[in-house]
């Protein structure tokens, strides 16, 4: 008789534990009852992204899960001829109304490639948090941005396109997969823009 009673305190202990969990989660607004994960489509994402598919499965590893996702991708300043030594392009991803991601790409020239990287850490990133990774004259990557710059003009002074990727608002993934995530968007950026901007140099993106 006692042993049933205990086993009939027990249930009705972990009844009680499971509905205080259950209400917990519904007043934070979390799974189950938050809002649904919105889907990142390949046909929504910029093309300043590049590969679409590719980039798609990216963002998923690297986002935050919100219930919506926006793309505003363009070309502002297109490369029209071999003459024209600019060119810019950016693509920005929202989630909730709230930018997640940052990605330009655009014309740049530096004496020293070590220069360039000062530039892009300070814009984005503190000091000492990003590491090299093969792709381009230069490339660096941390858990919250991912750059390459890389030949685009084989004549003359050698011009060349800078590609930053800032993660604004991280995912849940640890850090080595978002820095992943990081570096196969600006590897797919980085390709789009040495197309989109007629690039002649060899791009070097992937050694």
């Known amino acids: 008789m006692a042993s049933t009673r205990t086993k009939s305190l027990l249930a009705g202990g972990a009844a009680l534990l499971l509905c205080l969990v259950l209400g917990v989660l519904y007043a934070l607004g979390l799974p189950p009852f938050g809002d649904e994960v919105g889907d990142i489509k390949a046909s929504e994402v910029c093309g300043v992204l590049g590969r679409s598919s590719s980039s798609a499965t990216a963002l998923k590893r690297v986002l935050p899960d919100k219930s919506s ?26 989630g909730d109304g709230k930018q997640l991601v940052a990605v330009t790409a655009e014309m740049a020239q530096y004496d020293k490639a070590d ?63 978002l820095r992943d995530g990081l570096i196969t968007l600006a ?21």
């Open 69 to 94: 996702y926006a793309f505003d991708g363009a070309v502002t300043d297109p490369r029209l001829d071999d003459m024209d030594s600019s060119y810019y392009a950016s693509c920005f991803v929202d």
């Open 115 to 177: 220069e360039w990287v000062k530039d892009v850490i300070r814009n984005n990133v503190p000091a000492g948090t990003v590491k090299p990774f093969g792709a381009g004259d230069k490339a660096v990557a941390s858990d919250k941005v991912a750059a390459i710059y890389f030949p685009c003009v084989a004549r003359g002074v050698g011009q060349h396109l800078s590609v930053v990727v800032h993660l604004v608002q991280p995912g849940s993934a640890d850090s080595g997969q």
């Open 187 to 207: 590897r797919n950026a980085a390709l789009a823009a040495h197309r989109k901007a007629n690039c002649d140099a060899p791009p070097e993106l992937t050694h």
